[in-house]
T-cell receptor
Framework: DSGVTQTPKHLITATGQRVTLRCSPR?????VYWYQQSLDQGLQFLIQ???????AKGNILERFSAQQFPDLHSELNLSSLELGDSALYFC?????????????FGSGTRLTVV | GIQVEQSPPDLILQEGANSTLRCNFS?????LQWFHQNPWGQLINLFY???GTKQNGRLSATTVATERYSLLYISSSQTTDSGVYFC???????????????FGKGTHLIIQP
């Protein structure tokens, strides 16, 4: 157990639907990151939050959004889902920012859009 | 943005063999990590190693920051070492506390019994 908790582990939904993925960071970590892993794009950084504030955006689609709550857990919202959104979505957490700390990854949410 | 290249892309070895995986990166970094993705998809943190050398059991890693490369060594391979090994970095030019990792494409390692 890495200490980063992601739910659900698996999700199957239809095109056009909206889903929410949840992440609880490791105790004491203030930064939360979301990553997408797909066969054609590999592992891509989506978005970063630090202590409730958005810090950086990567290759995140406009149909996707995220937030970090006061208790530091984070949610990734995916809407108007397409077949190509099927992927493994990882959450990671870190103590601080600036890249000077290691990152710990959760076990991922496998999303299948049918 | 920063580019990360890993080699070889695929590696098939017999149990007990040693291997060296390489990661080249295009800019100076303040974070470099090696991960192992097992067949169940879990990403396991092996090393946080922006510079220097570290060892953990049969695995060791060396990063030569001035020459922009890192090496992961696996000795006496076991079938459980199979999976994909990723190198991921954060460029020193990522400003404002932005530090999302940039991943390489990985090395797919298969250890045969």
């Amino acid at each position: 157990d890495s200490g980063v908790t992601q739910t659900p582990k698996h999700l199957i939904t239809a095109t056009g639907q909206r889903v929410t993925l949840r992440c609880s960071p490791r105790s004491g970590d203030l930064s939360v990151y979301w990553y997408q892993q797909s066969l054609d794009q590999g592992l891509q950084f989506l978005i970063q939050y630090y202590n409730g504030e958005e810090r950086a955006k990567g290759n995140i689609l406009e149909r996707f959004s995220a937030q970090q709550f006061p208790d530091l857990h984070s949610e990734l919202n995916l809407s108007s889902l397409e077949l190509g959104d099927s992927a493994l979505y990882f959450c990671a957490s870190s103590v601080g920012t600036g890249g000077y700390y290691g990152y710990t990854f959760g076990s991922g949410t496998r999303l299948t859009v049918v | 943005g920063i580019q990360v290249e890993q080699s070889p892309p695929d590696l098939i070895l017999q149990e007990g063999a040693n291997s060296t995986l390489r990661c080249n990166f295009s800019d100076s970094v303040n974070n470099l990590q090696w991960f192992h993705q097992n067949p169940w998809g879990q990403l396991i943190n092996l090393f946080y190693i922006p510079s220097g050398t570290k060892q953990n059991g049969r695995l060791s890693a060396t990063t030569v920051a001035t020459e922009r490369y890192s090496l992961l060594y696996i000795s006496s391979s076991q079938t459980t070492d199979s999976g994909v090994y990723f190198c991921a970095v954060v460029s020193i030019y990522s400003g404002g506390g932005a530090d999302g990792l940039t991943f390489g494409k990985g090395t797919h390692l298969i250890i045969q019994p």
